[in-house]
């Protein structure tokens, strides 16, 4: 057998004992909670502990298949390879790439900064730099796999898209500002040298031996925000009241959206640990739309991202590049609340 067959092999074995382990999820818990444990179903604790007990396996299943996919369609798009993409795209359709690109490519607020001046240095606009710089935190693989496993897919998606025009149409603001002149003078003096792209080159041995670094390294970042969410979801879905929460978060308080997105923007959190919290709120009565803008607020306004660039950015823009967000955000909130 060939190299790339028993790759191929390998992932097929991987696929199958994952689907195995996802499947026996919901009858396991159960026998778990209710014959092992003896809890009594329907009761607070009972509830809060099987909610416990299945979402945080099911979420770490999930989010192991997505983070080893979703790193494996990045091997093929490096940040030199995306910034030469963008060189030369103009308004609109350069905001749209740049959006869509922001999902795939490598991202985190440490590249802020190197991104940033890198993709002036290429002459791209202003605007479809945003455009990159809002998707590639707000539409991550983390939010992706946890609103798919505790909502579904078509939320998922519902996400996603809200996520790509939010980055979109704020980017043309932006640019349609004209606000250069707020960028830090250095910027526009710095020379930025192409680095290095093999993308293209590796094989598919060493995407796969990527994808399974990437597993390894995140999950050991998030999954003490994984349980700790949980935990928190847990005892919201088995002991908030489900009137008192509906009455606060529900379509009927027409500033909760606002209010949420305002609490969610200086906060720091990543999908992992607010995600499931978000999850049992709704489960409780509170309204999608409010609870999505708030998750968004969160994860798509970092603090440590805004704070870093800082360094390249004047105060004026960062609060252009905040409000308008934040605008997008409280609409998006209110846009789901319609139409859900």
């Given at each position: ?43 607070h ?100 796999v ?6 579904g897919?078509?939320i ?5 898209a ?10 043309v ?110 489960e ?23 704070i ?33």
């Open positions: 057998m060939n190299q790339p067959a028993r790759v191929f092999a390998r992932l097929l074995l991987a696929a199958i004992a994952w689907y195995i382990a996802y499947t026996i999820l919901q009858p396991l818990t159960e026998f778990l909670a209710f014959d092992v444990l003896r809890l009594e179903r329907g009761s604790l009972g509830e809060s502990i099987a909610f416990f007990l299945y979402d945080v396996p099911k979420i770490l299943l999930l989010l192991s298949a997505m983070i080893f996919l979703i790193t494996l369609l990045r091997t093929f798009f490096s940040a030199e390879r995306t910034r030469r993409l963008l060189g030369g795209k103009r308004q609109g359709i350069g905001n749209v790439l740049a959006a869509m690109l922001g999902i795939v490519t490598p991202f985190c607020s440490c590249s802020a900064v190197p991104l940033f001046i890198g993709f002036v240095e290429s002459g791209i606009p202003l605007g479809v730099t945003f455009s990159f710089l809002i998707a590639a935190p707000v539409i991550n693989e983390v939010a992706i946890l609103l798919f496993g505790l909502f897919w078509q998922a998606m519902l996400y996603v809200s996520g790509l025009t939010i980055a979109i149409i704020a980017g603001v932006i640019g349609q500002l004209r606000l250069e002149r707020y960028v830090e003078d250095f910027v526009w003096q710095m020379q930025v040298g192409a680095a290095h792209d093999d993308s293209l080159a590796l094989s598919w041995e060493e995407r796969v031996a990527r994808g399974w670094d990437a597993v390894r390294d995140i999950v050991k970042k998030v999954w003490l925000y994984v349980v700790i969410g949980i935990a928190v979801g847990a005892g919201i879905h088995g002991y908030v009241p489900t009137d008192a929460l509906a009455e606060v978060m529900g379509k009927s308080a027409w500033w909760s959206v606002p209010v949420a997105v305002l609490i969610g923007v200086p906060l720091y959190s990543n999908a992992a640990g607010v995600i499931p919290i978000v999850s049992a709120l709704i409780k009565g509170a309204s999608l739309g409010t609870a999505l803008a708030f998750m968004m607020a969160v994860i798509g306004l970092s603090l440590p991202e805004t870093i660039l800082r360094r390249v950015l004047k105060p004026q823009l960062i609060a252009v590049f905040i409000g308008v967000v934040a605008l997008a955000i409280i609409l998006t909130g209110y846009l789901f609340n319609t139409i859900l």
